[in-house]
């Protein structure tokens, strides 16, 4: 066992990993746990029961009753099968109960799209798909700041995209709003190309690390304008709409302002289509007190960029909203959310709640949590009030009570297994081994959450798979209804809808 676990902790490849953990549940006895259905975790007798029944009216080829059942709950916990904690006891996967469950409705999903017949017709299908997918929700993948430490995403997304389970909506913040930004740009070949391990290495570092071609050993410190030149590299200078055109991915930059009485941003191609993702991304970068706060631009009427509120100043955006979840869900319904956290202030005190049983030392770091959430406040309060002539003080209160008041988790956390880094190198150019010790360290990370991914993101997949299909037929079902003198309002009323 003790073999087994340090070749997992040693894998470079997801396949050998898989390999190696499927062993260690079959030794571990987990093998035949994933086969029981029962246990404490969760409502084991109501998965079943209700999988029976789906079985029951595709067997039987009775729609109605099939459309019926999936009507009364279609949900990522239904009987807290969705519950982290599933998945942390086994290596790979968790009760193939769970997993059969996920397919079978996926399945019937599928069979009620491809009916023929009118019974359920095509209108009550699209209905009922649209309400599914609303009440189901979506994912959203949220990338942390963390200066350096933020090439830690790259494997985290190297290794959902290459088991296509990279979701649709993206935010990023700081070093995270960078890899954000490369996602929102690039098609799914420029991606995979992106992605390259060949490739990474030439990309990622910058030219100041490169001597007559090949790669240099030293580290220099990362200044404002290496790390413009680093973005000018990495990201086409473009819009945050143009980028949803180009790729469809629903990128989101948290931006903090400068000053104390605004509010914190999230740009996206619904809030602000025409800022540059470029600038947004500098201003998500603009670590306090080392680089200089940014003023946004945006693409005017005639294509030419000109100040977006131009009084205004932004600086890094994990200071006030490094996983911006409330407004992601109230943007895109986003109601599950893939954590990749690696904010160096926070990264040694966060631990995956969720994934954990109850317990004294959970019990006790929410404890020390929530006390120093109220004496944040406290602290606050009393810097506005008796420091009102001292903006400076008021500032440092306000990012101080910021940092500590935020969420640093989701639903399903992806954290790097070493949380100590010199602080000293966070903003220095890394070295090629270095680079390649935090890409490879955020696949490590993943692989053992990708089969919860796949489980909780199946559903919701294929929703949006039909829905698209769905739609694309209903438009072109009215477009054939009306005369052909209303065809182009048609078509103008629904590309705007």
Known sequence: MKKLENKLRLSTSYEEWKALAKEHDRCSGREHWKKIDKTSLYDYASIRSRLERLRYFRENNDNIGLLFSLNEGIHGNMGGMGKPVLYARAKFGTKQLVHDYVDAISDSLDHLAQLDSDHPNFLERLDFFRRASKCYGKSALMLSGGAVLGNFHVGVVKALVEQDLLPEVISGASAGSMIAAVLGTRTDEELKHFLDVDNLGKVLLTEVALVNGR??????????????????????????????????????????????????????????????????????????????????????????????????????????????????????????????????????????????????????????????????????????????????????????????????????????????????KLLTELKPDELQFFILEGERATWPKLEMIRASTKISRKLSQILEVYEAEEFSRLAQAKPHHLGAEITRNQVRA
């Open 215 to 424: 790669l240099s050993e030293s580290s220099p410190r990362i200044n404002h304008q290496l790390l413009k030149e680093k973005i000018a590299k990495l990201i086409p200078d473009i819009t945050f709409q143009e980028a949803f055109e180009r790729t469809g991915r629903h990128i989101n930059i948290s931006i903090s302002p400068s000053d104390v009485h605004q509010t914190s941003r999230l740009l996206n191609a619904i809030a602000s289509p025409n800022v540059y993702i470029r600038k947004a991304v500098l201003a998500s970068c603009a670590v306090p007190g080392i680089y200089p706060p940014v003023m946004l631009e945006a693409k005017n009427v005639h294509g030419h960029p000109q100040p977006y509120l131009a009084t205004r100043r932004w600086i890094d955006g994990s200071v006030s909203d490094d996983l911006p979840a409330k407004r992601l869900a109230r943007l895109y319904g986003v109601n599950h959310f893939i954590v990749s956290q690696t904010n160096p202030i926070v990264l040694w005190a966060v631990h995956d709640a969720k994934a954990e049983n109850s317990g004294l030392m959970p019990a006790l770091r929410q404890l020390g949590g929530r006390s120093l959430k109220e004496v944040s406040k406290v602290g606050s309060s009393v810097a506005r009030k008796y420091f009102k002539n001292s903006p400076r003080v008021r500032r440092i209160a306000n990012i101080v009570y910021s940092v500590i008041n935020q969420e640093y988790t989701g639903d399903i956390n992806i954290i790097p297994r070493y949380r100590f880094f010199d602080p000293r």
